[in-house]
């Protein structure tokens, strides 16, 4: 059989290029663009089959250099803790501290379920995690990025079974969202208040922006964004360094810190951040690296491990169903909002804050807004759970 050998080069083109096919896909599939399933993903896994049948028939196997797959994701993750802004977390008020709290249990609980349900079938604790918060609360950023952590630790096929387990939850998510708010609304007669954080009234609220529009990018605020992150990514191996001598972790920690330091400081000093494009820059990165984790993906390793996936994963959808059906909607106020979290808390909770996102507009769509649920779910699920998560999986990792 042939092995094909590319450079980091070319195995990063051949990212980009299943990520232009990926997005060809998910424009003209309905079902794709429904659950938003991202474009990396459609077409890295496309590759990820035409590998497996060229392999098994024994014609050729892809041997990729994924080099620049952990600087994108440095990158990544870099821009991600220029999100985490400590203000914006005050100025949300108590309803996110309680759904912030609510996310953090959720992801001790998934790493509970992943890493003993593991166990319980003969295999690494480590192994379970990549069936844990890294692919459900996480999604496939956080799949591609903690698999190869798991990896190094000595756990096979950390990152396919990773990304395999994001790709169902992000699925499922979807699914059992909308019923859960559905129900609520039908059970307790719910209803659209149209108010604001404060309680009061808000007609300008009626109309929800799911996706604000940031403004134009241009050059020179592209080229602070990127000063901004290569400054942070450097800082944050020295600070990566000095963690990693205390405690197991990532090196994209040290990134995501310093990421999170420069935006506390400059914002205390009253100095602007490019954030809008620091956020386009990250998104960027996400894709990049996302499609070379998808394209290095080897299939046939998930054969064995297929009936432990199932189970764990099945086990971990019914858990987020009651969860988030009596846990969520009831601290977070039994109303019409708090349905509409509940529905939210599942999109995110097992894939991603735009699953999060779909599911409270399909909500809205039909029962009116619900501006206090769309104000707290971006929030938490864009800045901060990251955070948490990060430290939880760490945490989970080191006991197991």
């Known amino acids: ?75 990544f993750f870099c821009s991600v803790g220029y999100l985490a802004s400590f203000s914006e977390l005050k100025k949300g008020g108590i309803g996110v501290i309680k759904f912030l709290i609510l996310a953090i249990l959720m992801c001790c609980i998934q790493d509970m379920i992943g890493g003993f349900g593991a166990k319980l079938f003969g295999l690494s604790g480590k192994l379970g995690l990549a069936m844990g918060s890294i692919p459900l609360v996480g999604g496939h950023g956080t799949a591609g990025s903690f ?5 190094d630790l000595g ?23 909308g019923p859960i708010a559905y129900s609520k609304i039908k059970k307790f007669n719910l209803r659209s208040t149209g108010i604001n954080l404060h309680g009061v009234p ?7 922006q799911v996706n604000p529009d940031t403004g134009a990018l241009d050059e020179s605020n592209l080229m602070d964004a990127a000063i901004y992150i290569i400054i942070a990514v450097g800082l944050g191996t020295i600070v990566a360094a ?82 988030a059906s009596f846990i969520v909607f009831n601290i977070m106020g039994k109303d019409y909002d708090a349905a509409t979290i509940a529905s939210g808390f599942c999109g995110f909770g097992m894939g991603a804050t735009p699953n999060a996102m779909a599911n409270m507009q399909a909500i809205t769509n039909s029962y009116g807004p619900a501006p206090v649920a769309f104000m707290i779910v971006p929030l938490v699920g864009s800045l901060f759970i990251d955070f948490f998560n990060s430290a939880i999986i760490i945490a989970f990792a080191n006991l197991l």
């Not at 938003?36 to 196997?61: K, Y």
Request: neutral net charge; proline residues 4%.
């Open 155 to 177: 756990v096979a096929n950390a990152t396919t079974v990773a990304v395999a387990a994001a790709t169902y939850g992000l699925i499922s998510g979807c699914v059992i969202g």
């Open 1 to 75: 059989m042939n092995i094909i050998e590319l450079d980091m080069y070319q195995a990063c083109g051949l990212a980009v290029f299943m990520l232009i096919i990926g997005r060809m896909f998910v424009r003209k599939i309905g079902f794709l663009r429904k659950y938003c399933i991202p474009a990396p993903v459609v077409g890295g896994l496309l590759f990820a089959i035409f590998h497996v049948i060229v392999r098994s028939v024994g014609i050729m196997e892809f041997n990729l250099d994924t080099t620049l797959q952990s600087v994108f994701m440095t990158a």
């Open 147 to 151: 698999g190869p952590f798991l990896e």
């Open 242 to 323: 000095i963690l990693g001598k205390v405690i197991t972790l990532p090196g994209y920690i040290g990134a995501m810190l310093v990421g999170a330091v420069i935006r506390n400081i400059q914002e205390a000093r009253k100095a602007s951040i490019p954030m809008a494009e620091i956020s386009a820059l990250g998104n960027i990165c996400l894709s990049v690296f996302l499609g070379l984790a998808m394209i290095n993906l080897k299939l046939w390793q998930l054969i064995s491990l297929a009936l432990p996936m199932i189970v764990i994963l099945v086990v971990q959808t019914v858990i987020m169903y009651f969860y």
């Open 202 to 208: 808000d007609p300008e609220m009626i109309e929800v």
